[in-house]
């Protein structure tokens, strides 16, 4: 009996190391934070969350706000299209809400040069100008707004307005919000705009000589205490009800990442920092982000589902390993200490609408429960696979199976087999409508043949019984003699 308990008790032990040896995967690096109520620094790749802050909760957008604005103009307008400045677009702001540009309503700037005054220097009445623009109206530019924050994948942020000023239901979540500047720091011309330093705006009323923007955001600027030199670009925002509010884009060493500070403040709470206490803590998740962290490409680790020869069943579909491929540009992100192999991976078929043509399936990472990357898995040859689809359709259509009797497959073949080009088929619709030209005239002429004889008989009938005998008989005589 000692025996025995000793014998289980080891094996208890052995069991509990195997487990702290599978599951003893390095933390996800935690030692940052914000003084900003919100902030997060995400992957723009990835799309993993590094580092989050009540990241969830929904605060005033202010003026990063914009970031979105300029993304729907440049996806929705030409760069160099005219806009005349409206009454309305002057009119529907805030009292308080400021004019840097002493716009007037019939000012007039390309697309162009509205995008660089948004911005740039933020200016709200271009932020209407450019709405009604692109949607006719406000109110339609609005709800242009939201259409594409929903299908980014956002769930707690709504818009009213294209500028960021106050609305009563105008919230933003810090994760909502990196959302939608990762995909907006893809568009290269919002990127270029928006790391611009300086940019000269043209002559407009109130302005004969044109006036010169400087660019907000003080993380792009060497001569600024808060320089970062991975910065690229960025929108500035600030209300008394949102506080300061920050975006900023970073690349570092092929890598790239956005940080979201929500309800910031110029002053630390220490008071170290009089001026741009908000600044300091997006650079500072921005370099958590980078030092702690490496992107891995997926189709460069993952040797499941395209290597081997055990098939893939995906949909009712049978695929070989070979004729599969993983999205090249796809990768994952892992803590600096951790390897591709400590990544958990699920399949999953229900597939997004926008999936690429070629995907049958998204291979979905996670790493101690959180999501750090996708990877869509896809056939190589989509015109061979797209054939093959064709054919199951067909044979599916018949009620055809791969066990259908040989008598079937002839019949299949032969039909496949009768293939009409399309000179043959253009050469036997003339022939059809040749024909039916035919038998059109040849029907029309009986018909004509047909009232003549028709009305003869009448004129006979008319004579006949008139009492005119002779004429009758010669007529009859006349029709005999014609026969």
């Known amino acids: 009996m000692k025996r025995t308990i000793k014998t289980v008790l080891s094996c208890l032990l052995i069991s509990q190391l195997f ?13 940052t934070w914000a003084e900003a109520e ?43 299209d005219v806009i005349t400045i409206s009454e309305s677009a002057m009119n529907n702001v805030e ?31 271009i932020a209407n100008a450019l709405a009604e623009h692109v949607a006719g109206t406000q109110e ?30 105008q919230n933003v979540t810090a994760y909502d919000m990196a959302l939608i500047a990762c995909a907006a720091f893809q568009n290269e011309k919002l990127v270029e705009i928006s790391s611009t330093l300086s940019y000269k705006i043209p002559p407009t009323m109130n302005n004969p000589e044109g006036r010169t923007l400087e660019n907000e955001h ?82 460069e680790n993952e040797t499941e589902y395209i290597t081997g020869e055990t098939p893939l069943e995906v949909g009712g579909n049978t695929y070989q390993p070979s004729d599969l491929k993983i999205d090249p540009e796809a990768v994952i992100t892992l803590p ?44 190589k040859e989509m015109p061979a696979a797209a054939g093959a689809k064709g054919e199951n ?32 088929i253009v050469g036997i619709i003339a022939v059809i409508g040749i024909g039916a030209l035919a038998t059109f005239i040849s029907i029309r002429k009986k018909k004509e043949a047909e009232e003549v004889a028709r009305r003869r008989e009448e004129r006979r009938r008319r004579l006949k019984e008139s009492g005119d005998e002779e004429a009758f008989n010669r007529l009859l005589e006349q029709r005999k003699r014609g026969k």
């Open 19 to 31: 487990l702290m040896t599978v599951f003893a995967k390095p933390d996800w690096p935690t030692d």
């Open 38 to 80: 919100a902030g997060i620094v995400m992957d723009v790749d990835s799309g993993t969350v590094l580092f989050g802050q009540k990241i969830h909760e929904p605060y005033p957008p202010a003026s990063i706000t914009k970031i979105l604005t300029a993304l729907l103009v440049l996806e929705n307008s030409n760069l160099d």
């Open 95 to 125: 009292p308080d809400s400021g004019n840097w540009l002493s716009l007037e309503a019939g000012d007039q700037l390309s697309v162009q040069d509205c995008l660089y005054a948004l911005l740039l220097r933020s200016n709200n009445q």
């Open 140 to 169: 339609a530019f609005v709800q242009m707004m939201n259409d594409k924050v929903a299908e980014l994948g956002c769930t707690k942020s709504h818009f009213e307005n294209p500028s960021g000023l106050n609305g009563k239901t």
């Open 218 to 299: 003080k993380m792009l600027k060497s001569t600024e205490s808060c320089y970062y030199p991975s910065a690229v670009a960025g929108k500035t925002g600030f209300l008394k009800l949102a506080g300061n509010t920050l975006v900023t884009y970073a690349e570092d060493n092929g890598r790239k990442q956005v940080s979201v500070i929500l309800k910031g403040s110029q002053r630390s709470i220490d008071l170290e920092v009089s001026q741009g206490q908000y600044f300091l803590d997006g650079r500072e998740l921005l370099k958590f982000g980078f030092a702690n962290f490496k992107n891995l490409n997926i189709s």
């Open 336 to 379: 600096d200490s951790s390897e591709f192999a400590d990544a958990e991976k699920t399949l999953v078929t229900d597939l997004p609408a926008d999936h690429p043509e070629e995907a049958i399936a998204l291979i979905s990472y996670s790493y101690n429960e959180r999501k750090i990357g996708t990877a869509y898995l896809m056939l």
């Open 393 to 424: 359709a067909e044979n599916a259509e018949t009620g055809e199976g791969d066990q259908q009797p040989d008598e079937d497959k002839d019949k299949n073949q032969n039909k496949k087999a009768f293939r009409l080009s399309p000179l043959l």
